[in-house]
C-alpha cells in the first residue's frame, strides 16, 4: 500500500478590513523632515488604533517597503513596528519593487494568510523624495575601501593623497533607469507619441483625478482611511478648482527632444513623500473581533517587458507598459473580462502612461473601459506618489469604494513600475 500524499492546504479568503495612510505631500514640503520610518509609523499607528490592534499578539505579521532607503532603513519595517503602538513581538521584514513594492507587501502577507501560516497581518511602504539618501561619491568610495586596506601608515596615507575636489561631489538618486539612462518621464514621453496620445486626453484626465479627489474628500470617503500628519489632514497635492483649460496653459516638460511634446507637471505626478497601511486578515479573524471585511483579495499578477531592448518605439514594451500583459494575463486566469468589474484603479504615475495601457488593454481583445468607472475617488495624479506607498493607498481606495457600494462588486488594480514591470490585483466584496 503506498503512503498517503500530503495534500496542498486549501486556500482561505483573505479579507481587506481596512487601512490607514498620512496625507501624501509634496517633496520639500511638510514632511521635509520627516524619515521613512516617522511616516510609516504614523500611518501604522492610525491603523491599529483604529482597528484595537494594540494588543500582544494582535497582529501576525507587517510587511512594508521603501524605494528611496537610507543604510539606517536596512530593516525598516521591524525598526516601524519597534516605534509604533504594535506589540514589539511582531515580526517584520521588507520588500521592495519600485512603484509595485506596496502591492506586493500586500500580496505577500495575502499568501500567508490564504495558506493558513498566520490569520492577520499588515502591508504597506513609504517614501521620501525630501529625505533622500547621498551616497558617497564612488570614486572617492574605492579610495577610502582601499586606505581601509592598506598595511602600513604610509600606504593609507599614498592612499588618501588620491582624493581630488570632485570626489567630495555626492552621489544623489536619480528617477532615471541604468539601463537607459532616461528618466521615468522620458520614457513615458516616447510610448505617449507610439500610442497617439493627445495632450487634450491627459489634461482632462488629470483634472478628472482632483475633482474625484476632492468629492471624495467632501464626502467624507477618506475620514477613516487618512491620519491627520505633520499639520495636513489632505493631501497638499489636491486641487480641487483643476480643470483640463487650467491644465493646458503648462508648458511641457518631458519629451522636449521630439516635436509636439505632450507631458506637463500638471499630467505627470510630482515628487511626493507619504505612507500607507493596510490590514488584511482571515475571515474567522475578522469575525471574532467584530471586524466587517471591506473586500476580499482574490487574484494578482505580475509582469515585465523588455523596456530596453524590446519594441518600445511601438509602444509594446515601453517602460510602464507590463500592466498592459500582466491585465489580460490575470483575467484570462480568472475567467473575467474588463466588464465584469464595476471599478478600475490604474495608477496614475503620468496620465500618458494611464491612456495608453487602456489602449494596450483594448488591443489585446479587453473590451473599454467605462471611464465612469476609472479612478472614481482620484489617483495618483492629484494625491501624489510616494512610491513604496501608493499600491496599499490603492488597495485600501479600492476596498473602502467597493464597501460604500453596499453591494457585491469588484475592482481592478493596475500598478506599473520602474525596470518595466507591473503588479495587478482584483479584489471582490460579496
Known sequence: MSPLKPQPPQARRVAVVGGARVPFARSDGPYATASNQEMLTAALDGLAERHGLTEPGAVGEFVAGAVLKHSRDHNLARETVLGSVLDPRTPAYDVQQACGTGLQAVIAAANKIALGQTES?????????????LGVNDRLRRILLEARRAKSTGGRARALAKIRPAHLVPDIPRNAEPRTGLSMGEHAAVTARAWGITREAQDELAAASHQRLAAAY????????????????????????????????????????ASGPTMTAGNSTPLTDGAATVLLASEEWAEGRGLEPLAYLTAYETAAVDFAGGDVAGGEDGLLMAPAYA???MLERAGLGIEDFDLVEIHEAFASQVLATLAAWEKRGLAPVDRARLNTAGSSLATGHPFAATGARIVATLAGLLAERGGPGRGLISVCAAGGQGVTAILERT
Open 121 to 133: 497581518a499588515v502591508a504597506g511602504g513609504a517614501d521620501t523624495a525630501s529625505d533622500a539618501p
Open 327 to 329: 491585465v489580460p494575463r
Open 218 to 257: 467632501e464626502r467624507g470617503f477618506f475620514q477613516d482611511l487618512v491620519v491627520p500628519f505633520r499639520g495636513l489632514a489632505r493631501d497638499q497635492n489636491l486641487r480641487p478648482g483643476s480643470t483640463a483649460a487650467k491644465l493646458a496653459a503648462l508648458k511641457p516638460v518631458f519629451g522636449l527632444d
